[in-house]
């Protein structure tokens, strides 16, 4: 594979300055591609960048198995379809091939359209569904798209990570999840490698803008021809328009365009990657251990365990069962919203100057809900406080208008 954007030069010494900058990295001449750092415990070497790293790559030296002597070095999250090759037939090192997620991709070698490969993923009532998300935000909002790769502002880039920080962070609130990637140290490094790598073209941007504001952002990573899908977000303001698919689907075609042949959507399962991908895979943790080395024999066989142990666990029906009665994980909570209000109208009094909406982000979701539902086109909405009411507002278009209770916390 070429221009892996993990093993490049610009990610591992980003991630080093960040996290590890008293303590270099090493090479074992083994291995082709990855740096390695040393664990405390369990004593052993493991690729740099791992907990940001979606997928690894590497080849091997064979000749330089002495390396490996009294070490045991392991390789996290390596796609099957990779297809590197077993070590076999070598008495030191040895390897362990632990199982781990299942990953989704779709495969676009042989696809030369997006519509052909919709025709044999989906029927044409789903295809025409597809098609009226699409219509149905272009016609009701002011909407641009843009793919960042190879060139970007910087001050261009800050501004959308900035709103990929602030869209992440509402709608993992609303999940009642927490996202370790959004952690301030952790984000600094994304958003620091990110910017180097898309100007290297190893990681782009995708942007949805409604009037020049991002409202849906994916971040990916690039080699030669294959991008892994990292993050996609969308501002929860616009949860009615099924900005996740309008992303993929403008995503693929650009990918298409550019003899992408692999859309990577890596580990999790979702519905969404079952149905829109064509091939799924597993990913693997490669232990090398020095077999000839009683501690290192030991040492790889139970970090080997442990790893099989938590991948079983995960897997088990009972841990299903006890997410699914809400016994495990976390619920979502509820976020300041709207309702439509059901009082007597004659009773309200309207004010005669609309709201600079600007000022007022907190109507958003509800303007945004109404123009979905009548059909209005979003610039012809005006919203207006009812009199002595502080959290009743009218919300008018051309066509029709409604009164709606806003929590203002």
């Known amino acids: 594979m070429k221009n892996h954007p993990y093993t490049s ?57 002495g390396q490996l002597q009294k070490k045991v070095v392991t390789i996290l999250d390596v796609p099957d379809y990779f297809n590197i090759p077993q070590i076999e037939h070598q008495k030191m090192p040895k390897q362990h091939i632990v199982r781990e997620y299942v990953g989704f991709l779709i495969d676009l070698k042989d696809v030369g359209s ?37 060139h970007i502002e910087k001050e261009n880039y800050d501004f959308i990570m900035d709103a990929f920080f602030s869209i992440s962070k509402r709608s993992f609130k609303i999940k009642n999840i927490t996202n370790k990637k959004l952690l301030p140290k952790n984000f600094a490094f994304i958003k620091d490698v990110t910017y180097k790598l898309i100007l290297e073209k190893k990681a782009n941007l995708f942007v949805i803008y409604d009037r020049g504001n991002p409202i849906g952002i994916s971040l990916n990573y690039n080699s030669d021809n294959i991008l892994f899908g990292d993050s996609t977000v969308y501002d929860p303001d616009y949860s009615k328009y099924n900005i996740g698919i ?56 139970l970090f080997a365990l442990f790893l099989r142990t938590k991948q079983y666990l995960r897997e088990h029906p009972f841990r299903t069962y006890l997410i699914r009665k809400g016994i495990i994980g976390k619920k979502p909570i509820k976020e300041m919203g709207y309702s439509q209000y059901s009082g007597e109208l004659n009773d309200l009094i309207k004010g005669e100057v609309p709201l600079d909406l600007d000022k007022h982000p907190h109507l958003f979701k509800a303007i945004n809900d109404f123009v979905h539902s009548s059909a209005e086109h979003v610039t012809a909405i005006q919203v207006f406080p ?24």
Not at 118 to 123: A, E, G, I
Not at 386 to 409: H, Q, W
Request: charge should be positive.
């Open 9 to 65: 030069k610009t990610f591992l010494d980003t991630w080093q300055s960040h996290f590890r900058p008293h303590q270099k990295t090493i090479a074992l001449g083994y291995f082709k591609g990855p740096l390695f750092h040393k664990k405390k415990y369990p004593p052993i070497f493991v690729n740099a960048g791992s907990n940001f790293t979606l997928q690894n790559y590497y080849q091997i030296d064979s000749q330089q198995n």
């Open 114 to 150: 997006l519509e052909s490969y919709m025709t044999q993923r989906f029927s044409s009532k789903s295809r025409s569904k597809f098609r009226s998300y699409l219509r149905k935000l272009e016609k009701t909002f002011i909407i641009t798209y843009a793919m960042y790769f190879g």
């Open 246 to 301: 309008i992303m993929l689907i403008k995503q693929l075609e650009w990918c298409i365009a550019n003899d992408i042949e692999i859309y990577d959507f890596s580990k999790a399962y979702f519905d969404y990657k079952a149905k829109w991908c064509n091939r799924s895979y597993h990913f693997r943790h490669h232990i090398f251990y020095d077999s000839k080395h009683l501690k290192s024999t030991l040492v790889a066989g």
């Open 386 to 409: 009812i009199i002595n009411e502080a959290n009743l507002f009218c919300i008018k278009g051309n066509k029709t208008e409604r009164i709606v209770s806003v929590d203002i916390r």
